[in-house]
């Protein structure tokens, strides 16, 4: 088997980050055409379309992650008092078949909700 070969970022991607004199390579996020051309896709509002890229890039390619809102509010740029923007984004994606909710909290303890991508996006037809 032959090694894997990284290819850095170019300087118009990222910001590189320099840890301990090292290089570190930035995650990035697996965004396919079929996926970007899909009538879902392209219905989704903006917020909706920021915060799925945040959930792609926190999944680490997994396909069960955790999000809660305050990660939502950082990845927006939005005040903490913004949350309702992050509950309809997130709203949408489940709608659209992009993610379900596999674990839902109540807020008590601070746990963050539980989702997992899913296909069906593929059969989204507006309404």
């Known amino acids: 088997m032959s090694k894997v070969k990284f290819t850095p970022f170019k300087t118009y991607e990222t910001a590189l980050r320099v840890e301990n004199r090292k290089i570190i390579n930035e995650q990035h996020v697996r965004l396919t055409r079929s996926l970007l051309l899909s009538p879902a896709y392209k219905d989704l509002g903006k917020n909706a379309t920021k915060i799925l890229n945040a ?11 955790t999000f809660s809102s305050s990660i939502g509010v950082e990845y927006l740029g939005l005040s903490k008092k913004s949350e309702k923007s992050i509950r309809n984004a ?7 078949g992009f993610i ?10 601070h746990v963050p909700n539980k989702y997992t991508f899913t296909s069906n996006w593929k059969d989204w037809k507006k309404q």
């Open 100 to 109: 379900k909710c596999t674990a839902f909290s109540s807020g008590a303890g």
């Open 55 to 65: 959930m792609k890039l926190i999944s680490k390619g997994e396909s069960e992650f």
């Open 90 to 96: 997130i709203k949408e994606l489940v709608e659209h």
